[in-house]
């Protein structure tokens, strides 16, 4: 049996085992939604990469998906077999994420006691975690009272992002520290997560921060957070893109945040004891 992890490695599975006319078992990985991801790729590009997936993704034994919004796409996109396609979840909660979250972060932020909320986000600086709307959000919810804004990740656009927190005013609140290999204790310390997203396959990094404790908003973008947070049950939900409902659902988190047990509680969907046994049972390894 041979797993391949996403679009490229799975075509070249499927390809390979073609030609080499051998018996491997092919399953494949997918953690995005497609049809989201090549919106923002040239037009010869989403031709052939849809194409591709259409000629080929019936020829695999599996594919798991990383969401049932990811899996529902792929069923749109190719028109293969269900049966062939089953949803596990990212494993998220394991022993080293909890002492990474107690580990302690050098900023003085999230270690003085003035009652200063702080939001945390992360994730590359690209136009899919759409930070641009998450800055202009906290703007507007910084004129309503004061709080403070981390993101952690690096990429082309953090120029942009610092330009544009200068122009609204707000660069004295908030703080890029680049790329962390914790961002787990920067999460547990603050009062608010938020992911920002034009489009995921998952959005790890939102139950990341649920499995440690702190309350999160999210955009109900294409796909995973609304499984997340199984539709605001377990944090608000807001359009992609707008600024404005994404400040007021920050604000009414702040004010009335979920408890950090009923959080912790949501995430035993994605500990590693629970993925591993859907794997076992979907890649049939048993025995």
């Known amino acids: 049996?041979?797993?391949?992890?996403?679009?490229r490695a799975l075509k070249l599975a499927i390809r390979a085992k073609q030609v080499s006319e051998v018996n491997t078992r092919i399953?494949?990985?997918l953690h995005t939604h497609?049809?989201?991801?090549?919106?923002?790729?040239?037009?010869?590009?989403?031709?052939?990469?849809?194409?591709?997936?259409r000629k080929l993704y019936h020829r695999a034994d599996n594919?798991?998906?990383?969401?049932?919004?990811?899996a529902d796409d792929i069923l749109h996109i190719t028109r293969m077999d269900p049966r062939k396609l089953?949803?596990?979840?990212?494993?998220?909660?394991?022993?080293?994420?909890t002492s990474l979250a107690n580990e302690p972060v050098d900023h003085p932020w999230l270690n003085q006691s003035d009652g200063t909320p702080v939001i945390v986000a992360a994730g590359r600086f690209n136009i899919q975690k759409d930070f641009i709307t998450l800055?202009?959000?906290?703007?507007?919810?910084?004129?309503?009272?004061?709080c403070r804004l981390i993101i952690l990740g690096k990429g082309d656009l953090l120029g942009a992002y610092q330009a544009l927190s200068n122009k609204l005013g707000i660069s004295d609140d908030i703080f890029f520290p680049g790329f962390t290999l914790n961002p787990f204790s920067y999460m547990a310390k603050a009062q608010l997560f938020v992911l920002s997203s034009a489009w995921e396959g998952f959005g790890l990094v939102l139950a990341e921060a649920m499995a440690v404790g702190t309350p999160v908003v999210s955009t109900d973008c294409k796909s995973g957070p609304s499984e997340i947070l199984m539709d605001n049950r377990f944090g608000k939900l807001t359009?992609?893109?707008?600024?404005?409902?994404?400040a007021k659902a920050?604000?009414?988190t702040l004010d009335n945040p979920q408890s950090e047990s009923l959080l912790q509680q949501a995430c035993e969907r994605f500990t590693i004891a629970h993925c591993t046994k859907q794997y076992i049972e979907q890649l049939q390894l048993r025995g």
């Open 34 to 53: 497609t049809s989201e991801f090549l919106k923002h790729k040239l037009w010869a590009k989403r031709v052939i990469w849809l194409a591709s997936m």
């Open 1 to 7: 049996m041979l797993l391949a992890a996403k679009h």
């Open 239 to 246: 359009a992609v893109g707008d600024a404005q409902a994404l």
């Open 135 to 146: 800055i202009r959000a906290f703007a507007l919810l910084r004129k309503q009272r004061p």
């Open 86 to 97: 089953s949803v596990i979840y990212n494993p998220v909660v394991t022993d080293e994420l």
């Open 63 to 70: 594919i798991i998906a990383v969401s049932q919004g990811v």
């Open 250 to 252: 920050m604000a009414e």
């Open 27 to 29: 399953v494949g990985q």
